[in-house]
């Protein structure tokens, strides 16, 4: 306790001051206050928005300090689902870049299977990628409805 008190203004701390303390510490950490800022946090990742401004939405629900297991793994889930399709995006926008420049070389639309192969692989991958992605946003909703089922969890 001295230690503690020796650190703050005027270096006392009462008995009482230190309960309150821990006692609003408690509170902010309870699990049903992790829920709700969890799903609160889901709700802000606009898939809609550029993939800037996604990724940073994205980091701030991954940031979040939990302690609670359930808050922990729906947040996790939904980082992994989210980051999945931002990858994904990127891959297909990398594609769509080659696919442009094939065409700028080839621009009667002849361009010898050797090159157009490997794009043709890429947009096969980056389209199962995004589809793989999707197909875990939903769970990313429905789980986070059941951990704060007062929430209301958009549907995209």
Not at 12 to 18: I, M, P, Q, T
Not at 21 to 42: D, G, H, K, Q
Not at 54 to 78: G, K, M, N, P, Y
Not at 108 to 135: F, K, V, W
């Amino acid at each position: 306790m001295a230690r503690i008190t020796s650190a703050l203004p005027g270096g006392r701390l009462s008995w009482l001051s230190l309960g309150a303390l821990f006692w609003l510490l408690a509170c902010e950490t309870s699990p049903e206050r992790e829920a709700m800022l969890v799903v609160e946090y889901i709700e802000a990742v606009d898939i809609g928005a550029p993939s800037e401004e996604r990724q940073t939405q994205v980091d701030r629900l991954h940031s979040l300090r939990l302690f609670s297991e359930a808050a922990i793994e729906v947040r996790e889930l939904c980082v992994r689902a989210n980051r999945a399709l931002l990858r994904a995006e990127a891959e297909q926008r990398a594609v769509s870049r080659s696919i442009d420049a094939l065409s700028m070389r080839y621009p009667a639309g002849d361009a010898p299977d050797r090159e157009l192969a490997p794009t043709r692989s890429q947009l096969a991958a980056s389209n199962e990628a995004i589809a793989e992605a999707r197909a875990l946003l939903p769970e990313c909703r429905d789980r986070a409805r059941r951990l704060a089922p007062s929430r209301r969890v958009p549907q995209p």
